[in-house]
């Protein structure tokens, strides 16, 4: 057997048996009707590739521009729909005094309590 032929073979065989890697949880939001100064309802937002086993979605929000103001988050029930409503959960909401940048965080969490995946996404807020 020629060198090429056997390389051939040794490079089939390891794309067969390398592991595949898996595809990252991913969230987007949009402000929607989120009003200005303290609206509790959360944005409309969307997670993507959600592993499974997962029963829980916990939010956090953090003003990147004033990282020490409490927003807090919401959890919700994980029913296998990717889509969030605006108002899905219950936070303090954006009130800069000039716009500023928000990030969300998503933990993807099992019957147990255990952390299966995050994801996360930021956008600027300037109503």
Do not use: E, Q
Request: net charge positive; aromatic share 12%.
């Amino acid at each position: 057997m020629s060198k090429s032929i056997i390389s051939a073979i040794i490079l089939g065989t390891s794309l067969i048996f390398s592991p595949v890697a898996s595809s990252a949880m991913g969230l987007s939001f949009s402000w929607g009707p989120t009003k200005k100064c303290f609206d509790g309802k959360s944005p409309p937002m969307r997670v993507s590739k959600v592993p499974k086993g997962t029963t829980k979605l916990k939010f956090k929000m953090v003003d990147l521009n004033a990282p020490g103001y409490y927003h807090g988050g919401g959890t919700v029930k994980y029913t296998g729909s990717g889509k969030l409503k605006y108002g899905a959960f219950r936070y303090k909401g954006p009130c800069p005094p000039s716009p500023h940048i928000y990030k969300f965080t998503v933990k993807a969490v099992d019957a147990k309590g255990k952390t299966l995946a995050k994801a996360s996404a930021k956008k600027r807020f300037s109503k």
